[in-house]
Antibody
Framework: EVQLLESGGGLVQPGGSLRLSCAASGFSFSNYWMSWVRQAPGKGLEWVANIKQDGSDKFYADSVGGRFTISRDNAKNSLYLQMNGLRAEDTALYYC?????????????WGQGTLVTVSS | DIQMTQSPSSLSASVGDRVTITCRASQSISNSLNWYQQKPGQVPKLLIYGASSLQSGVPSRFSGSGSGTDFIFTISSLQPEDFASYYCQHSLRAPWAFGQGTKVEIK
C-alpha cells in the first residue's frame, strides 16, 4: 500500500524558513517523479513543484520560484521542500504526491498533508 | 504560463441530475487535462486523466471530453456521495495549474 507521510509543518514568522519532509513507503520511490501541491484554508489546489526520479530536473510554480527548493533522498525514500522567505500567502496545507505518466502526467497518490502557517 | 478557467464556481443539483463542469485553458494543451474530486476533509482523488480516460475504480457515471482549450466534465446521474469539489488541472508543461474548482452542493 502506498503511503506518503508529510511532516515539518508549523507556525513560522514572515520571512522565516521551514523544511517539509515526506516519508514514502509501499512503492519503489526512486522510480517516480514526485510533487508538492498546496491548499490554502478554504481555497483551491495550487501546484508547487515537481522533481524527477534522480533529482536532476526540478520545476516550480512562479509563486515560489527562488524561495522554495524541492529535493529528494532516494536512499531514505524521502522528499523535501525547503521553504525560505515565507509569506502570509504561503499559509496552506502542503501535500506530497506521486506522479504518473499514462498518455499524460497526473497526480496519482496524495499524502494527508502538513499545515504551514505564516504569521507574526 | 497556461491558465485554467473553470466554471461554474459552484452549483446546486439534486440526486439523479446530470451535472456538467467546463474548464478552459488559455492556450492549447492537447489532451493534457485531468479532473480531481475532493470531499471535505479529504485528500483529492483522481477521476479522469488525459481529458477522457477514466481512472481505475472510478464509477462510469463520471466522464470527460474535449481537447485543445475546451474541456467538459460530466456526472451523468448525481449520487449522494458525489457532493464535493471538483478541479481540473493541466500537465502539458511546467508550471502546471489547477482550475479554481467547482463546488457541487445539494439542492
Amino acid at each position: 500500500e502506498v503511503q506518503l507521510l508529510e511532516s515539518g509543518g508549523g507556525l513560522v514568522q514572515p520571512g522565516g524558513s521551514l523544511r517539509l519532509s515526506c516519508a514514502a513507503s509501499g512503492f519503489s520511490f526512486s522510480n517516480y517523479w514526485m510533487s508538492w501541491v498546496r491548499q490554502a484554508p478554504g481555497k483551491g489546489l495550487e501546484w508547487v513543484a515537481n522533481i524527477k526520479q534522480d533529482g536532476s530536473d526540478k520545476f516550480y510554480a512562479d509563486s515560489v520560484g527562488g524561495r522554495f527548493t524541492i529535493s529528494r533522498d532516494n536512499a531514505k525514500n524521502s522528499l523535501y521542500l525547503q521553504m525560505n522567505g515565507l509569506r502570509a500567502e504561503d499559509t496552506a496545507l502542503y501535500y506530497c504526491a506521486t506522479l504518473m505518466y499514462r498518455s499524460t502526467w497526473f497526480i496519482d497518490y496524495w499524502g494527508q498533508g502538513t499545515l504551514v502557517t505564516v504569521s507574526s | 504560463d497556461i491558465q485554467m478557467t473553470q466554471s461554474p464556481s459552484s452549483l446546486s443539483a439534486s440526486v439523479g441530475d446530470r451535472v456538467t463542469i467546463t474548464c478552459r485553458a488559455s492556450q492549447s494543451i492537447s489532451n493534457s487535462l485531468n479532473w480531481y474530486q475532493q470531499k471535505p476533509g479529504q485528500v483529492p482523488k483522481l477521476l479522469i486523466y488525459g481529458a477522457s480516460s477514466l481512472q481505475s475504480g472510478v464509477p462510469s457515471r463520471f466522464s470527460g471530453s474535449g481537447s485543445g482549450t475546451d474541456f467538459i466534465f460530466t456526472i451523468s446521474s448525481l449520487q449522494p456521495e458525489d457532493f464535493a469539489s471538483y478541479y481540473c488541472q493541466h500537465s502539458l508543461r511546467a508550471p502546471w495549474a489547477f482550475g479554481q474548482g467547482t463546488k457541487v452542493e445539494i439542492k
